[in-house]
């Protein structure tokens, strides 16, 4: 969707380079998450935000770090690239509560894909 | 660990044939189970959801079917259509917990509808 963006929308990298990920909405959510995409593992949560000075860890943060400089960006940071990071990566938002009746409906961006030599 | 099983992992259907995948999961606080559809190239995009108060929803030629007491739920797809193809995921989450807005997503299904 263009109300979310990603940049970049293709990396590739070697082993051990810092990469950011950056994710930019218009929507006007307060709520923004990073996933990770693999074949048959489906989409894992690697941090969460519920607004600005709220961050959480998902299911898979080792490795990862983020950071949420306004309530519209939300950046993922590989600090030291690994082979096994090589993979499809979401950003996605949400608003509070009931939108007619889709109760807090994931918006998600087109992904980066991300490969770690 | 994977709170939220989905299979198949693949399956392929004829045109004008009902396309069938099921989840399962192991979380009673679950209270809401969303299913979302990815084409190539694109983010996921919520389908259809259900809650449990309801053992059916309907949208279309998408249906939910749930099953609270055996913890599953799957979707239907009647009358495929070769632009049905895609990855779709189902999803649960807690309403009134303290994850309250997270969602766990099974592992996908891609579907391939043949003409």
């Known amino acids: 969707d263009a109300d979310v963006t990603q940049t970049p929308r293709n990396r590739i990298t070697k082993t051990g380079k810092r990469i950011m990920l950056e994710c930019s909405q218009t929507k006007g959510h307060d709520r923004m998450y990073w996933y990770r995409q693999d074949p048959g593992l489906g989409l894992r949560l690697i941090y969460y935000?519920?607004?600005?000075?709220?961050?959480n860890k998902g299911e898979i943060s080792d490795g990862y770090s983020v950071s949420r400089q306004a309530q519209a960006k939300f950046s993922l940071s590989l600090e030291s690239a690994i082979p096994n990071q090589t993979a499809l990566y979401f950003c996605?938002?949400?608003?509070?509560?009931?939108?007619?009746?889709?109760?807090?409906?994931?918006?998600f961006g087109p992904g980066t894909r991300l490969t770690v030599l | 660990q994977q709170q939220v099983k989905q299979s198949p992992q693949s399956l392929i259907v004829q045109k004008g044939g009902i396309s069938i995948i099921n989840c399962a999961y192991e979380n009673t606080a679950f209270d809401y189970f969303p299913w979302y559809q990815q084409f190539p190239g694109k983010g996921p995009a919520l389908l259809i959801a259900i809650r449990p108060d309801v053992s059916e929803k309907k949208e279309g030629r998408f249906t939910i079917s749930f099953n609270k007491s055996a913890k599953q739920f799957s979707l239907h797809i009647m009358d495929s259509q070769p632009g049905d193809s895609a990855t779709y995921f189902c999803a649960a989450t807690n309403a009134g917990g303290t994850s309250y807005g997270k969602l766990t997503f099974g592992q996908g299904t891609i579907l391939t509808v043949h003409p």
């Open positions: 996605a938002t949400s608003d509070l509560g009931l939108t007619g009746s889709s109760y807090n409906e994931q918006f």
């Open positions: 935000s519920f607004d600005v000075k709220d961050i």
